[in-house]
Nanobody
Framework: QVQLVESGGGLVQAGGSLRLSCAASGRTFSSYAMGWFRQAPGKEREFVAAISWSSGNQYYADSVKGRFTISMDNAKNMVYLQMNSLKPEDTAVYYC???????????????????WGQGTQVTVSS
């Protein structure tokens, strides 16, 4: 019933920036965390960032810390991922995700995610 729709992917040169957006609908999200996972060719889906819907606390994978920023707009039910200083290794399909706070922020496992977006491609050229 919950739908997540992400957008904002594209092709960018190394060192550039992109901003991903995720629109959530169908449920209330006060008890949830939302965030982003990514999957590169030949690799498993991995955690990128998450934010608690209620507190606004942010969590990041070590690989993106200091370069990516996750944020939310409660009134619009939107979550964003600002990606700066992009590297070729950031190339992947990025998926918006929603799940329990503990699952999303502590375990950071794709197996515990309740809802997924369709994915948006991010390609970073060298």
């Amino acid at each position: 019933q919950v739908q997540l729709v992400e957008s904002g992917g594209g092709l960018v040169q190394a060192g550039g920036s992109l901003r991903l957006s995720c629109a959530a609908s169908g449920r209330t999200f006060s008890s949830y965390a939302m965030g982003w996972f990514r999957q590169a060719p030949g690799k498993e889906r991995e955690f990128v960032a998450a934010i608690s819907w209620s507190s606004g606390n942010q969590y990041y994978a070590d690989s993106v810390k200091g370069r990516f920023t996750i944020s939310m707009d409660n009134a619009k039910n939107m979550v964003y991922l600002q990606m700066n200083s992009l590297k070729p290794e950031d190339t992947a399909v990025y998926y918006c995700a929603a799940g329990g706070v503990w699952a999303m922020t502590a375990r950071r496992s794709d197996r515990l995610v309740d809802y997924w977006g369709q994915g948006t491609q991010v390609t970073v050229s060298s």
